[in-house]
């Protein structure tokens, strides 16, 4: 299991179309991968369950991968974010 965690720094945070780039990036990879906010674990895999997270931006998330490329999706998620999907 590989952990990190990321400041959500667009304005807007993970509304639908950076949460649809997320999650695209997210299917890029085989290992299991989850989205934790405060105390709530979704998917990172499923729109309604990373919309549902209601993340804004300023949020702090935790990203979560289990799997053969875990640490590659976790990175690979992180520098999405960090980038503010490019908005």
Do not use: C
């Not at 991968?65 to 976790?74: K, N, W």
């Amino acid at each position: 299991m590989y952990v990190k965690d990321v400041l959500v720094q667009n304005q807007v945070g993970l509304h639908a179309r950076p949460a649809t780039f997320f999650i695209q990036k997210a299917n890029e990879y085989k290992s299991s991968i989850w989205v934790e906010k405060e105390e709530r674990r979704v998917n990172a895999k499923s729109l309604l369950g990373v919309l549902s997270l209601g993340i804004v931006g300023g949020t702090n998330i935790r990203i979560i991968a289990d799997g053969g490329d875990e640490e590659e999706a976790v990175n690979g998620l992180v520098d999405l974010v960090n980038s503010g999907f490019s908005e």
